[in-house]
């Protein structure tokens, strides 16, 4: 092998020749297009940025979307699309997410065995799939309300890897009582989580491994629809909620009153979905637990409960009144989600005995490559800002008037919440509306009117793919995803009829009942 050759195959590790020739040929014609595009080049090239960070996302499974999306968006700046001052602001706008990041979904890693325990007698005393999906969607959607949805996402990536552990340990042969790395009785010298996701499974057991696969895609999809759909109630459900609420000055009751009208109709049409597509089996949901893997489950829990010392028990204890300070802090608002986080790592460890640093910084495995993609989101998103992307679409919006503008200001917000953060797009539609009502261009009323136009639409629109939101992007490029084989193309075919029916009902909603 050449130095040259040695190169290639180094670039980009071991994804497929065909996605670096791809990559490559992205920052070619990116290239190109500036320098010979003239005025409009650079407006073109964001648009192909955008849709080329989409198509890195759609091939996380080949490839962490870290690396191409971060060339990508590395390029951008030096083509002059965007500055780095713009990339930190889009950053600093978005700072209590990244604090969320790094310390919530730590913090949640040492709940790990509380966790379990409690989720473990959910999925075995509810034995109907229909009805712990319903069950599952509007947890979600309640705690949402009241606290961040990447908060309550990652619990559920958390819960749905350690399930996932526990039965691909015994499909592939090894001890079932080791159960998964909690990290407090794993070997502190090992440095590795001693699970080996590619173990091989014996092939007996691949049809039910197969199966609970599908088991878990359609809870974490569930939950991950319901935190959506929950997070357009409160203003504190979403970030681009309570921007909202701070510029149409309302409290937190005339929040939810002036949304009600949109939000309860969605809800509840979601929630029959819900119930629909997982009784009919429709757009891979509708998959029970098989009986093999609620065998194994039960065992593992009754193996779990026999050896359960005192000291097993004190960390149950210990974990619980953290979590019950976690969601206490949580829901009134006490402090940023993510300094939380914080307080339950601080709280865990002291209390459960973790204080050895190399065990304390496995919990940040998980976050802070994700963490680091999410800066790359923001880059796309400052050049989407640094080029006006949007402006036409927001002008175009506001030509109409009345009822037909409020419709068209909920339809442009759910479609561009489909491809970019609906948290910018929200802020760039209510800074618009804002200047319009200074302006005298439009009355309060139909301010306000477009306010819930544009929280419902960023909100509801969102659920569609994995760009809309952060919680949603959480959960295509956290470890679970390739375990349960969840691709960005699955995540659209299983996100499509709760965005056509919440988006159509919001729409009927924002038109006939505002």
């Known amino acids: 092998m050449t130095l040259t050759q040695a190169c290639w195959r180094n670039f980009l590790g071991n994804a497929p020749q065909w996605y670096k020739l791809t990559l490559v040929g992205f920052l070619l014609v990116n290239a190109l297009v500036v320098y010979l595009g003239g005025a409009q080049g650079a407006t073109l090239v964001a648009w192909l940025l955008l849709l080329e960070f989409i198509f890195t996302l759609a091939m996380a499974l080949k490839c962490y979307p870290l690396q191409p999306g971060g060339l990508l968006a590395l390029q951008a700046v030096v083509l002059g699309l965007t500055t780095p001052l713009t990339i930190y602001e889009e950053t600093l706008a978005a700072y209590p997410v990244i604090l969320l990041l790094i310390f919530m979904v730590a913090g949640i890693y040492f709940l790990k065995e509380l966790l379990l325990f409690i989720f473990t007698k959910i999925l075995l005393g509810v034995r109907s799939h229909v009805t712990l999906a319903f069950l599952v969607c509007l947890s979600a959607a309640a705690l949402s309300a009241f606290m961040d949805a990447l908060a309550v996402l990652a619990v559920m990536v958390t819960i749905g890897t350690a399930f996932y552990q526990v039965f691909h340990r015994f499909a592939s042969g090894k001890q079932l009582d080791a159960g998964p790395d909690t990290g407090l009785h794993a070997d502190p010298d090992a440095g590795n989580d001693p699970y080996d996701a590619h173990a091989e499974v014996h092939e007996l057991h691949r049809s039910d491994l197969d199966s609970f696969r599908a088991f878990l895609r359609g809870l974490l999809m569930h939950a991950a629809v319901g935190t959506a759909m929950g997070g357009a109630l409160t203003p504190v459900g979403e970030p681009q909620n309570l921007l909202i609420a701070t510029h149409a000055q309302w409290s937190f009751g005339e929040y939810f009153m002036q949304i009600a009208p949109v939000s309860i109709p969605a809800l509840i049409v979601g929630l029959a979905i819900c119930l629909l597509i997982e009784k009919m089996g429709w757009f891979g949901y509708g998959t029970a637990l098989p009986a093999n893997v609620r065998a194994v489950l039960a065992d593992f829990d009754a193996q779990q409960a026999a050896r359960r010392t005192a000291r097993d028990r004190a960390v149950l204890i210990a974990q619980g009144v953290t979590a019950v300070i976690m969601a206490l802090a949580l829901t009134l608002q006490l402090a940023e989600v993510g300094l939380v986080g914080l307080l339950v790592i601080v709280l865990a460890t002291a209390l459960i005995g973790i204080t050895d640093e190399q065990r304390i910084g496995r919990a940040f495995g998980s976050a802070l490559p994700f963490a680091c993609l999410l800066v790359v989101f923001f880059t796309v998103v400052a050049v989407l800002h640094d080029q006006h992307v949007f402006e036409p679409v927001v002008s175009a919006v506001l030509q109409y008037e009345g009822k037909a503008q409020a419709a068209a200001m909920y339809l442009a917000n759910a479609a561009l ?93 924002v038109v006939y009942l505002l």
Request: proline share 3%; charged share 10%.
């Open 417 to 509: 919440s489909v491809i970019s953060d609906n948290v910018f797009v929200a802020t760039i539609y209510i800074t618009e509306a804002k200047a319009a009502l200074l302006e005298g261009a439009i009355s309060t009323q139909q301010f306000e009117t477009l306010a819930v136009a544009i929280n419902t639409g960023t909100n509801l629109g969102s659920v569609a793919t994995p760009n809309g939101q952060a919680a949603f992007l959480f959960v295509l490029a956290s470890a679970l995803a390739p375990l349960i084989r969840l691709s960005y193309g699955r995540m659209l075919w299983m996100a499509l009829p709760y965005a056509l029916g919440i988006t159509s009902a919001g729409l009927w909603a």
